[in-house]
């Protein structure tokens, strides 16, 4: 079978890629292993944000007396938190499943893609018991979690977030491996619906990409809810016991210590999903972890080969791959985007929020660029205190030089929204004074960006 062109994968990038040449009049095969919408419509940003609602209600619930209000003794009924995220996001599966079948032009493959020897420009794919040819393919397959050789893991009930999704009963204890993003989002959501949580994670301090700060300030509001944080601790080995497993672990100082949960959600990290496609054969480039190296336009090495979103290595985000397909869009119809010189935002969804865009304090010093920064606590903004939200903070760096604003945090009631305005102004390269000196609305949480901005001292 000839194709226009081949894209293989359905994340965030490839159905847009993929229903935009069918639009234009090409044929387009699109294929996917698993399902249509990747990780973050199946298992990753979607489900989690709906279970994450019910936990905050649940949340906000037990504080009901710090507003004045009586709620008595308050419950989660996790198979109904698991049936409403079931229902909405089987909802968005739905639609996005009619709208991808109901395209003219559009071939769907569910099967794993392996690529053959090229025959010229062409390039050979072969999709189970099909071979698609040509000149242009690209490629939005994503990454999965990593599931590390412990001794014995095999054998007790251990999950990844695809898994945890699915569990129908709410684990007595959740044993947590990882304490970035993906285990402190599923360890507070699974305490606040009332299961034991205990989260492991062997670097010192939790979350270690961010400032030493913003991470003692995560590990408080978690600990305050009743989050066991085990910190600076390796797990060597797991095993079955009465209430489901005992994980062993050394400490930094080389003392051993058991810990026993009834399941265990192993979130250490991610990989990208290269190793199946036969890159080999198609003569794709991959770096020593297995990402596939593009210029600023998502080329690789091998020309006619396109590679979007996880895999290529420039941001493991939704929103990076849905970013590279609308980059690579305007590339398509004659433009010149690029991703080279993105600025990179992001949030943990941990409630508060935690959202940052460019650079942090650790980055600031290693840059030699002459810094501002300053830092608010989250306290003292009047909105936070209104609403009872007072943990967190927010930091702002800029080049005294320049007046750029360099990199910002919002860890706090609306981080993951407030960030944004930062991002948005950094992508206009106008001096941070512009930003300060704008008329903010009172009271709200972005009000004090212009009190942020107008507090900035030399850093230290």
């Known amino acids: 079978m000839t194709y226009d062109a081949i894209v293989i994968g359905a994340g965030q990038a490839g159905p847009g890629i993929a229903s935009t040449f069918a639009a234009a009049g090409e044929r387009v095969a699109l294929v996917e292993r698993d399902r249509l919408g990747g990780t973050c419509l199946n298992y990753g940003c979607r489900p989690t944000k709906t279970w994450r609602a019910s936990a905050h209600a649940a949340h906000v619930a037990r504080r009901a007396h710090e507003f004045g209000v009586v709620a008595g003794e308050v419950l989660v009924d996790y198979a109904a938190t698991k049936a409403r995220k079931d229902r909405i996001i089987g909802g968005m599966q739905h639609g996005v499943d009619d709208y991808m079948t109901g395209l003219d032009g559009l071939d769907l493959y569910y099967a794993e893609a392996r690529f053959l020897p090229s025959a010229g420009s062409t390039h050979r794919v072969r999709v189970g018991d099909d071979v698609l040819e040509s000149e242009r393919v690209y490629l939005n397959v994503g990454a999965r979690p990593v599931v ?217 010093r290693a840059s030699g660029r002459n810094v501002l920064a300053a830092t608010i606590p989250m306290a003292n903004v009047s909105r936070a205190q209104l609403d009872s939200e007072p943990h967190g903070l927010m930091k702002a760096f800029v080049d005294a030089d320049t007046r750029e604003i360099l990199g910002a945090l919002v860890f706090g009631e609306s981080g993951d929204e407030i960030i944004q305005i930062f991002g948005a102004f950094m992508a206009t390269g106008a001096p941070y004074e512009v930003l300060r000196d704008a008329l903010p609305i009172h009271p709200t949480v972005a009000e004090f960006i212009p009190t942020l901005l107008g507090s900035l001292a030399p850093l230290e």
């Open 148 to 364: 590390p050789p412990i001794p014995g893991l095999a054998d007790v009930p251990h999950f990844t977030n695809e898994g945890l999704l699915a569990l129908e009963r709410l684990p007595s204890h959740l044993l947590v491996m990882g304490g970035s993003y993906i285990g402190l989002e599923f360890g507070q959501m699974f305490r606040r619906f009332g299961a034991a949580v205990t989260v492991i994670d062997r670097s010192p301090k939790l979350v270690p990409r961010e400032d030493d700060d913003v991470a003692d300030e995560v590990a408080n509001v978690l600990r305050a809810e009743g989050v066991e944080l085990v910190l600076g601790a390796s797990v060597d080995a797991a095993e079955p016991s009465p209430e489901g497993v005992v994980l062993r672990l050394t400490d930094s100082s080389g003392t051993e210590r058991a810990l026993e949960g009834s399941h265990v959600l192993v979130a250490v990290g991610r990989r990208p999903n290269t190793d199946t496609l036969g890159l080999d054969e198609a003569r794709v480039e991959t770096d020593e972890r297995g990402f596939i190296p593009v210029n600023g336009h998502f080329e690789t090495n091998v020309p006619g080969i396109w590679a979007v979103g996880d895999v290529n290595g420039r941001g493991a985000f939704t929103h990076t791959s849905y970013q590279d397909h609308q980059i690579l869009i305007d590339n398509w119809r004659g433009g010149d985007r690029s991703v080279d010189g993105r600025v990179m935002a992001y949030a943990m969804f941990i409630d508060p929020p935690l959202g940052r865009v460019g650079m942090g304090e650790a980055d600031a």
